[in-house]
């Protein structure tokens, strides 16, 4: 709930009796109840797509572009109904692509998936990322 840009943010409870000072110095004694800050934790947005519903297309009409269509892109499932799936080699890349969620939905989201397995994620490397120089002994 509440996901904005990637975070959202959910209430941290501390336990009875704890005291903590703010950045001015101030003391607070916290009972239990009340909130004492949110702590911002990553999230995916997600619109309805499910990677069950995605790869089962892909596998078993991929051929026609149904997995295309069903995320979004009706280009390209017209151009693979059209083609029969570029004759067969697209419905399998297109599998592969779907299964390891490199392609996905069309309106950015990420799939709703009802398990909590391991996932893929790409890295990238942008101006922003810190690169440390290696040293050689």
């Known amino acids: 709930m509440n996901c904005t840009n990637h975070t959202a943010y959910v209430q941290c409870l501390p336990a009875p009796n704890i005291t903590c000072k703010d950045h001015l110095g101030i003391e607070k004694v916290f009972t239990g ?78 799939y709703i998936i009802d398990y909590y397995g391991a996932r893929l994620t790409r890295l990238t490397i942008t101006n922003a990322t810190f690169r440390k120089m290696q040293t050689y002994p």
């Not at 892909?58 to 390209?76: E, I, K, Q, T």
């Open 33 to 110: 109840n009340e909130v004492g800050f949110y702590k911002p934790i990553a999230c995916r947005n997600v619109n309805g797509y499910s990677y069950k519903v995605a790869v089962a297309l892909s596998l078993f009409l991929g051929w026609l572009g149904a997995d295309r269509f069903y995320l979004g892109y009706p280009a390209l499932g017209l151009l693979k109904f059209c083609t029969v799936g570029f004759c067969g080699i697209g419905s399998l890349i297109d599998f592969i692509l779907i299964s390891m969620q490199i392609v996905g939905p069309s309106d950015g989201s990420s």
